[in-house]
């Protein structure tokens, strides 16, 4: 049986997504997803929408559900015309940091646990390897809305670099 004749069982999800850098949950909560909810309330053929605000991350995240029935690709469009709505409302740090919109799943699809078998790898080794040679390729596989490590965090590196000895073995 060809894909296209399956019945959609889940609904069509909208994920938006802001950060407010320093601000806390209420803050979040009063100056971003306030003002976002009122613009987005009433878009056609939205079922529900709730949003979740974290201190950790000073991000909010509003997740807007519509109808079975609805293509998730004007869905999108939509949302994203009635968050522009609300720029003018948010504070200047939310909108240079920007706001981002992309069609989700109410529930994971995959999950993929990556180990050591003999503990020769730490977690912050795996979770690097997984942001290098997963995440990437899996969110542009057909039919992905967004891949997501979790886990020990992305890898970093930090460098210090002193001017005047860098200048004599750098140039010829």
């Known amino acids: 049986m060809p894909i296209a004749q399956f019945p959609n069982i889940a609904p069509p999800e909208i994920w938006l997504q802001a950060n407010y850098p320093g601000a806390d949950a209420k803050t979040l909560e009063q100056s ?69 919109l992309r069609k989700s ?6 999950l993929v646990g990556l180990y050591s078998p003999h503990g020769t790898r730490d977690a912050a080794f795996l979770s690097n390897y997984a942001y290098i040679n997963l995440n990437d390729p899996i969110g542009r596989s057909y039919g992905v809305g967004r891949s997501e490590v979790f886990g020990a965090g992305q890898y970093a590196m930090r460098l210090w670099i002193n001017p005047i000895n860098w200048r004599s073995w750098a140039s010829p």
């Not at 306030?34 to 000073?58: A, L």
């Open 105 to 110: 799943a109410t529930a994971p699809f995959l």
């Open 32 to 100: 971003v997803a306030t003002p976002i909810e009122q613009q987005v309330t009433g878009v056609d053929n939205m079922e529900y929408m709730y949003s979740v605000n974290t201190t950790n991350g000073s991000q909010t995240s509003l997740l807007v559900d519509f109808d079975l029935k609805t293509d998730p690709n004007m869905d999108l469009i939509l949302t994203q015309s009635r968050q522009q709505l609300a720029n003018g409302q948010l504070p200047p740090e939310v909108t240079s940091y920007g706001i981002t």
